[in-house]
């Protein structure tokens, strides 16, 4: 008889906005509903999910930087070193409403941008903080007149947490905290675009197919129709590989040999 089809491997997601995670038939393609309300005016979903593991070069490493003004040593330089030793290496601003901007040296289609934040103390000076990315330098100082990934957003939930900015383009990454507290940020890291599923989903069914495999996603979708919805999401999907196959069992040893004629 023929063996029986493998079985899916387990599945595992975190973050939000996801209402039901599946196999769809072939055990290696994995299926995502999307947990959003959809507003009555829209007309489709354009959905973007980008693979963690699969970033390619941080654009930002060693690129000229620049912040607002600089508390003692913690210049700006420090926030894209390297150097994630977030208690001691820091860029930091000695005045509120700071800003930090790097110049990537060409345009670039923006994807994944990751940051970390001072491990010492202060996590909640970044509450409220922008993600601001495109061409303008000078206009406003950081940065302030280029296009919004993310604003508003609350003090970081993990060091190293992903923000998805796929459909965004410039030249400068600035991040921006319009409260009164200065900014702290330990590493900034700018990824270009590289998604691993990009589709257009129906409205009455928001299904994503096609993630290739085992990973960590972080992805977004845009609500298209009379107005545009652009949602946000910090949502995270791990796929874990099948588990091994079991070892053959050991061979089967040969009887014993007769014992010779008396």
């Given amino acids: 008889p023929s063996p029986p089809p493998p079985s899916p491997p387990p599945i595992h997601y975190g973050g939000k906005e996801v209402h039901d995670i599946f196999h769809s038939g072939d055990p290696t393609t994995t299926c995502v509903t999307l947990g959003a309300n959809i507003p009555y005016d829209v007309d489709q979903i354009e959905v973007s999910f980008t693979n963690l593991d699969d970033l390619g070069d941080n654009l930002a490493l060693g690129k000229a930087s620049t912040q607002k003004d600089t508390l003692m040593w913690f210049s700006a330089d420090k926030a894209n070193d390297g150097d994630k030793q977030c208690a001691s290496n ?38 409220g903080w922008q993600i601001r990315i495109g061409e303008t330098e000078g206009y406003m100082p950081g940065g302030l007149a280029n296009e919004v990934c993310e604003a508003g957003l609350p003090q970081l939930s993990e060091q190293g947490a992903a923000f998805d900015c796929t459909g ?81 069992p050991p061979p089967t040893p040969p009887p014993p040999s007769p014992p010779p004629p008396t």
């Fill in 90 to 127: 820091m860029a930091v601003t000695d005045t509120t409403e700071g800003w930090w901007m790097v110049d990537l040296g060409a345009v670039y289609d923006v994807g994944v941008i990751r940051l970390w934040g001072r491990s010492d103390c202060c996590e909640d000076r970044l509450n």
């Fill in 168 to 248: 965004l383009n410039g030249r400068f990454v600035s991040i921006y905290l319009p409260t009164a507290a200065p900014l702290g940020l330990c590493e900034v890291e700018v990824f270009a675009a590289n998604p691993a599923v990009t589709q257009l989903v129906d409205v009455t069914d928001p299904t994503v197919c096609g993630f290739p495999g085992a990973g960590r996603y972080v992805g977004h979708w845009t609500m298209v129709g009379q107005n545009v919805y652009h949602h946000e999401t910090d949502i995270t999907i791990q796929m874990a590989p099948p588990p091994p196959s079991p070892s053959p």
